[in-house]
């Protein structure tokens, strides 16, 4: 069975620009994560998705952060304009429904310099 | 309330040794509580995970202790070995959800 899928796997960019993340969750799996984890810090959520419909997005810096899962498989996360404390690897991580194990991708470490 | 504590941040333990790590949460509406194992450029992966209707779980090395009226939890590695060196994270959740608050992460080194 496929993993999550990230991409791309590295990114630097300057700040003030946009950049964007793109995942592929496990087949079959409903709900979907993006979180955030800082440089010695443990992940943090930034919105959690079931199907394509938003669960909880309250820890996501709207005014900057963008998320969407438009068909209920893939998707993407958008930073505009990204920050120097956006520097982080940001992990998409998949579940069967709400309530069973969330398996995560191997991240997208973004440099924001 | 929405925190959970991690201790120590860093432990070097020798081959053969037992590692311990300890967890300590405030929301006492969390009921699920798992422990992630991180390697080097890789994501998160679930190790081993109780709920609070039991006080200890246990599969293979591992095993979590779990303390409901001290709020405490912690992951005890027998026999560590070197492929254990990792980052550990304790997390829980509500409602068995899978919208997790980690903690800060261990850093284990297993010295050969």
């Known amino acids: 069975e496929a993993g999550v899928a990230q991409s791309p796997r590295y990114k630097i960019i300057e700040k003030r620009q946009s950049v964007a993340f793109w995942c592929n969750p496990i087949?079959?799996?409903?709900?979907l994560y993006w979180y955030q984890q800082i440089l010695g810090q443990g992940p943090k959520l930034l919105i959690q998705f079931q199907n394509n419909g938003v669960v909880d997005d309250s820890q996501l810096p709207k005014d900057r952060f963008s998320a969407e899962r438009l068909k209920g498989v893939d998707s993407t996360l958008k930073i505009q304009p990204a920050k120097l404390e956006d520097s982080a690897v940001y992990l998409c991580?998949?579940?069967?429904?709400?309530?069973?194990?969330?398996?995560f991708g191997q991240g997208t470490r973004l440099t924001v310099v | 309330q929405q925190q959970v504590k991690q201790s120590p941040q860093s432990l070097i333990v020798q081959k053969g040794g037992i590692s311990i790590i300890n967890c300590a949460y405030e929301?006492?509406?969390?009921?699920?509580f798992p422990w992630y194992q991180q390697f080097p450029g890789k994501g998160p992966a679930l190790l081993i995970a109780?709920?609070?209707?039991?006080s200890e779980k246990k599969e293979g090395r591992f095993t979590i202790s779990f303390n409901k009226s001290a709020k405490q939890f912690s992951l005890h590695i027998m026999d560590s070995q070197p492929g254990d060196s990792a980052t550990y994270f304790c997390?829980?959740?509500?409602?068995?959800?899978?919208?997790?608050?980690f903690g800060q992460g261990t850093r284990l080194t297993i010295n050969p």
């Open positions: 991580a998949s579940s069967l429904n709400l309530v069973t194990e969330a398996f």
């Open positions: 087949s079959g799996h409903a709900t």
């Open positions: 997390a829980a959740s509500v409602q068995g959800a899978q919208k997790l608050v």
């Open positions: 929301n006492t509406a969390f009921d699920y």
């Open positions: 109780i709920r609070p209707d039991v």
